[in-house]
């Protein structure tokens, strides 16, 4: 090797070596850093974590938590009041008519009774008790399948007896 070369590898191999050593300093510095200073929380994250380990409920004490607990009560009420279809009211035609009873018992889909002596009448002679209970249960049997409430359970037990009832006073 020349002369030349050699003094191109000593200065080539001295710039290499001080890139090295700069690397290797911005990392220390870049770790030591890091360590140093608070991480930046996501605000959206704290939220959701927030969230997530909140209590489920409320603890009342004394006449102050007995007034709030009176009137929480009263609102739940109020809400299911609302979600109770027909609005609560035990018209046996309207629910019959309006409701999930006609679709089957007009046509007799699934084995379903028709209105009247023919179909109702001959149900009748098992007594309403059963007729209810078969109604707000469900029933499945070699004639065909009654759906709980109808297929409808947001429908009262009273909605459902005054279903039967009008049901079973219709002339055939």
């Known amino acids: 090797m020349r002369n030349y070369d050699l003094d191109f590898l000593k200065r080539f191999s001295l710039v290499i070596a001080f890139l090295a050593a700069l690397t290797l300093g911005l990392i220390l510095f870049a770790a030591y850093l890091h360590n140093a200073l608070p991480g930046q929380t996501n605000p959206v994250e704290v ?5 997530r380990i909140a209590p489920a409920g409320d603890v009342y004490a004394g006449a102050t938590g007995e007034a709030a607990k009176a009137a929480a009560d009263v609102a739940a009420l109020e809400a299911l009041k609302a979600n109770v279809p027909f609005g609560g009211r035990t018209d046996g035609a309207e629910i019959y008519n309006q409701g999930p009873c006609a679709g089957c018992h007009k046509s007799g889909a699934g084995g379903a009774p028709m209105l ?6 001959a149900r009748a002679s098992k007594g309403k008790d059963l007729l209810y209970k078969h109604a707000i249960e469900g029933f499945t049997g070699s004639a065909g399948v009654m759906p709980a409430k109808g297929g409808n359970p947001a429908l009262t037990d009273d909605q459902i007896k005054a279903v039967v009832d009008w049901m079973l006073e219709q002339p055939g």
């Open 47 to 51: 939220a959701r974590t927030e969230a």
């Open 116 to 121: 009247g002596a023919a179909g109702m009448g």
